[in-house]
Antibody, heavy 120, light 110 residues
Framework: QLQLQESGPGLVKPSETLSLTCTVSSGSISSSHHLWGWIRQPPGKELEWIGSVYYRGSTDYNPSLESRVTISVDTSKNQFSLSLISVTAADTAVYYCVRRSVGQNWFDPWGQGTLVTVSS | QSALTQPASVSGSPGQSITISCTGT?????????VSWYQHRPGKAPQLMIYDVTVRPSGVSNRFSGSKSGNTASLTISGLQAEDEADYYCSSYTSSSTWVFGGGTQLTVL
């Protein structure tokens, strides 16, 4: 069964760049049927869709974050990554990596999530 | 895009049925049949329970069912079991080609 696992620093300083990686196991990221994405949940707030990437590199992003976010894919490592620049305390959240089937509107599976705190 | 509205908490006794509501707008829940529901137990990855309003993925108990009326979607859990205790989140595709989520509902099995 395909599994996703997030990794990256748990603490990032304000104005710096948040970088996370999601490793795909028991499945190939080079599937033509799936997209790979990120969702986050700030403490006490609702989940927020960040964006997604196709294995060929095409992306789509939440307009509210588009100016600061990049999602990329590394097929050789079966990984995809999230980069969020110029972070503030408002970017403190649990970040989840997810898979979405092309043409579908649900996310499955999810990673367990990783907490990233933005603080000096 | 505003979040979908869910009750903060619901509770029920074993064997009972509960319903969690998820209210949006004509631009999300009411405008598309693309509502999904996720179960999140502490320390575990969120799990897809319902998609496309009413469809149950393989492996999900038939005690879970989904429905929609207007701008409100609902998740019903029948025959409550202790293992159902978790947070539940709804999500909808939107007319802006994004996805929006609810704030989550904490289910307590008494």
């Amino acid at each position: 069964q395909l599994q996703l696992q997030e990794s990256g620093p748990g603490l990032v300083k304000p104005s710096e760049t948040l970088s996370l990686t999601c490793t795909v196991s028991s499945g190939s990221i080079s599937s033509s049927h799936h997209l790979w994405g990120w969702i986050r949940q700030p403490p006490g707030k609702e989940l927020e869709w960040i964006g997604s990437v196709y294995y060929r590199g095409s992306t789509d992003y939440n307009p509210s974050l588009e100016s600061r976010v990049t999602i990329s894919v590394d097929t050789s490592k079966n990984q995809f990554s999230l980069s969020l620049i110029s972070v503030t305390a408002a970017d403190t959240a649990v970040y989840y990596c997810v898979r979405r089937s092309v043409g579908q509107n649900w996310f499955d599976p999810w990673g367990q999530g990783t907490l990233v705190t933005v603080s000096s | 895009q505003s979040a979908l509205t869910q009750p903060a908490s619901v509770s029920g006794s074993p064997g009972q049925s509960i319903t969690i509501s998820c209210t949006g707008t004509n631009s999300d829940v009411g405008g598309h049949d693309f509502v999904s529901w996720y179960q999140h137990r502490p320390g575990k990855a969120p799990q897809l329970m319902i998609y496309d309003v009413t469809v149950r993925p393989s492996g999900v108990s038939n005690r879970f069912s989904g429905s929609k009326s207007g701008n409100t979607a609902s998740l019903t859990i029948s025959g409550l079991q202790a293992e159902d205790e978790a947070d539940y989140y709804c999500s909808s595709y939107t007319s802006s080609s994004t996805w929006v989520f609810g704030g989550g509902t904490q289910l307590t099995v008494l």
